[in-house]
């Protein structure tokens, strides 16, 4: 067997066709793994190369630097393919009962509820991305707790949504290929990169409807907005 291959920082940058900077950069950023240092110099190896190459492709298909951390990271911890997906892992719920109209809020949104300076604020810590929504709500004039629970009904929607079609969808556009093939380092390599393509064009998909499905509720006459009956 071939001895794997080791480099200096200025070796792999050439190799992986990118700069020294680039790749100190993506050292501070979390995304490449440190080399084994011996004596003053730093050696990096072939999962370095591949890493190295993974993230060259990634923001070469439009990722940032943040959503290729949070990819490789998950993928590192052994996660699922939800989790490395970034599909929500929340636990099924249960089925709501159509005259519910108080949901359960989770326990991050009721200890949000009970902050005594600031709801919103330990609310974003939790949920930063709706937070905002939530913010607009009650200056709106919606109560703080009703706030929360329209933006987790929003949640728990997307949820549904996402585990009815992920798994079949990623699958096609990534998983399969990677089950019939060898498995080697390059195809885990092909694989971890056909993940996250596939995350961004679903992603992309799925947020084009839901503006497209909101843009007809919101072109409906002023009169029809409000809870509907039923």
Not at 68 to 75: D, G, K, Y
Request: with cysteine.
């Amino acid at each position: 067997m071939t001895a794997e291959s080791e480099y200096t920082i200025d070796e792999l940058a050439r190799v992986a066709d990118t700069t020294v900077r680039s790749v100190r950069v993506y050292h501070e950023r979390g995304l490449l793994p440190s080399p084994d240092v011996r004596g003053r110099i730093g050696y990096y190896g072939t999962d370095h190369l591949s890493r190295l190459q993974t993230i060259s492709r990634l923001l070469g298909r439009g990722m940032k630097l943040n959503g290729i951390r949070e990819l490789l990271e998950a993928w590192d911890r052994g996660d699922g393919l939800a989790e490395v997906l970034g599909v929500p892992d929340q636990p099924a719920a249960e089925p709501a009962e159509p005259e519910e109209s108080h949901p359960e809020l989770p326990e991050y949104a009721k200890q949000a509820l009970a902050a005594s300076d600031d709801p919103l604020e330990a609310y974003r810590v939790t949920n930063p991305r709706c937070c905002d929504l939530a913010t607009r709500l009650v200056d709106g004039g919606i109560p703080v707790h009703t706030s929360f629970e329209m933006v987790e009904r929003l949640r728990a929607d997307c949820d549904r949504i996402a585990g009815r079609y992920a798994d079949e969808l990623f699958h096609s556009l990534a998983g399969k290929a990677f089950e019939q093939s060898e498995r080697s380092p390059k195809d885990r390599t092909k694989f971890e990169t056909d993940l996250a393509i596939a995350r961004l064009i679903v992603t992309r998909a799925a947020a084009e409807l839901i503006d497209q499905a909101f843009a007809r509720h919101a072109e409906a006459p002023p009169l029809s907005f409000g809870p509907q009956a039923g």
